[in-house]
């Protein structure tokens, strides 16, 4: 039976595409630092959300604010995430899975602050 890290570990062929660089080295899946952007943009949410309710009291169960941040990050993400040799199709199409993403970041964030507190966002 294969073990846990043999399941989550690529061994990319020669010839794939998997490969980039030339290297022919196993890479973990799940650990790199584009698969920890959406945790960590939900994880920074939450406390830029708890900050700001210390100033605004009652912003880290207010839909807008929380709506407000994400949007924010999600715009940054984007931003951070653009490259200049991307054609017009493509910034278009980023723009896309950005805004879905900026979705689902509020929806996380909805959530946790919802199942963390017992308050239901007003």
């Keep these: 039976m294969a073990s846990l890290t043999d399941l989550m570990t690529v061994t990319p062929t020669r010839g794939s595409s998997v490969v980039r660089g030339g290297s022919n080295n196993p890479r973990g899946v799940w650990i790199t630092p584009e698969s920890l952007t959406f945790p960590g943009a939900g994880a920074l949410a939450l406390a830029l959300l708890t900050v700001i309710n210390y100033f605004v009291k009652g912003a880290n169960t207010s839909v807008l604010w929380q709506a407000g941040i994400c949007a924010v990050l999600g715009v940054l993400i984007y931003f951070y995430s653009l490259k200049s040799e991307l054609t017009a199709p493509e910034r278009i199409f980023g723009a896309?899975?950005?805004?879905?993403?900026?979705?689902?970041l509020f929806g996380s964030v909805a959530g946790l602050i919802t199942l963390g507190t017992g308050i239901a966002p007003s």
């Design 96 to 104: 896309v899975v950005a805004f879905l993403n900026t979705l689902l």
